[in-house]
């Protein structure tokens, strides 16, 4: 899912390390591509969000290849399915174990293995050490991809401090990601892959609703109006993986802000402000909407049609009895539900022992929370 393989496999291709006194360089070389073959070959199951599968490929890679240049990569890569699997403790002890052993020599594995830890915490619940991550993954920008680096990262924080009512950083680091993935673009020219662009717009957007309850909600939706729009702009790409993701991650979204919504009825006066808040996120969402005289693709058409359906739904349980909503802005700063909360980590890296910084810590954007 968040996996670059190519980027930091074909880096690796260089190392001599599989090169013995008594081999030829060609038995190491043909050993390397097939391995990394393998790899290639597991990641379009992560991309296909068949993570059981890539699992037990990722998994058998390591049992049969266990001196491989590649073996981080292959536990990486298991790390990612068991995150999409829901595993997400799993995952995080393994995404921090490959990070301690691959700091010092293989720094690439090091800096996405942070990367990809910043999506594990903020499935626990964890907005520190999803921040602390990122800042260390940043501190690492010269081995990871430009497009992870210059956008993927600061549109994350952004969502992060978003979601946590700092406007401010927010609004610089949502800005520093679109400078840098118009410049990413720019680069890179007309020929773009749609399947790249997908992506990186994917996850620029991704945002987990594990952690997402009533209590909750008010802040996600805070969160979820800056970023749902790389979503949308990654089913414009129309590649059949990611801008297929991107429907069903917006399509998870809405659903699960709708089921928290409904559970509301016995509270109406908590329902009618969550419903305020729901309309607010859709009627933000139908900007990028498709002009009258643009034909949709496929992925553009099943969300805005599910869009359509959500806001039906909520509109009649916020309508059917007939009374009025009170959604003004201080009404909903008066009103609003916050719990904070806190995951038991199993140990900590040696840069978050460091931090005793309150949740979320202030931060400017090269600026380490952990320092």
Known sequence: MKIYLMTFLLGLCGCSTLITSHESPEVPRLKRESEEAELINAEKFIALARFEEAR??????????PQSVFLQSARMGEAQALEGMGRF?????????IYLKTLKDQPAIAAQSLYHMSF???ALGDDMKTVAALLDAKKLAEHLPVETALAEIPARLAAVYARQGRESEAISYLNEADKGIAKVVAAKGPPLQKEWLAKTYFQMGSVSTNQLSVDTFEEFVRG?????????KSLRQEDPAWSLRAQDKLQEIYRDLYLQFESTRDQ???????GGDLIDLIDQAELYRPFADQVPNVYEQ?????????????EKVLYGSGETMSLTEESQKLNSLKRSGRVKADSLLPEEQKSSIPLPPKVVPKEDPNL
């Open 56 to 65: 037990v490929l990722f998994r058998d890679f390591q049992w049969r290849h």
């Open 89 to 97: 403790q799993e995952a995080a002890r393994l995404d921090r174990d």
């Open 120 to 122: 594990v915490y903020e």
């Open 224 to 232: 979820q109006k800056w970023v749902q729009v790389y979503l949308i």
């Open 268 to 274: 109406r006066e908590l329902q009618i402000r969550l």
């Open 302 to 314: 099943s969300f805005f049609q599910y869009l359509s359906e959500v806001r039906k739904k909520t």
